[in-house]
């Protein structure tokens, strides 16, 4: 069997760890995050950002962004707040629940990284993450 391109080896990876993310948060006492409210939240900051550039940034249309983001602000994961810049507009970004959960989910990440370098070894890891972030250059209008 031929193996997957470099792409499909990547997305592999990335839904592996967002599974043990989601997961590691419900045994942590946010079994209420579904896996795509996680998508979205993990794109905010205590910044915030309008929902037309989280749903861009997220690949959803706006409806779908803000399905989510109703959601998520019921169960008191993120506020919306007015935008300084333009008082019309309004800023979504994570409240304080939000701000909790995002701290557990970087446990789970520090976890799996540390597991990915004990398989590959620290040299490896070192270029993998250093690849990664040379591609990003090319790949992410949004860092």
Same mark, same amino acid.
């Given at each position: 069997m #031929?193996? #997957?391109s470099t792409a499909v080896l990547m997305f592999v990876a990335y839904?592996?760890?967002e599974k043990r993310i989601v997961d590691f948060l419900a045994e942590s006492g946010f079994g209420d995050i579904t896996l795509a409210q996680?998508? $979205?939240a993990a794109r905010l900051s205590e910044d915030g950002l309008r929902l037309t550039e989280l749903a861009e940034q997220a690949q959803v249309t706006k409806q779908t962004?803000?399905?989510l983001v109703d959601q998520l602000e019921a169960a008191?994961?993120?506020e919306r707040v007015p935008d300084p810049s333009d008082a019309r507009a309004r800023l979504i970004r994570l409240a304080p629940r939000g701000r909790q959960v995002q701290r557990r989910a970087r446990v789970m990440e520090r976890r799996i990284e540390a +597991?990915? +370098?004990r398989h590959l070894g620290a040299e490896r890891m070192a270029d993998l993450h250093a690849s990664l972030a040379d591609l990003?250059? $090319?790949t992410d209008p949004y860092r």
């Open positions: #031929p193996q #997957p839904r592996h760890a996680g998508r $979205i962004a803000g399905f008191g994961y993120v +597991e990915w +370098e990003r250059e $090319i």
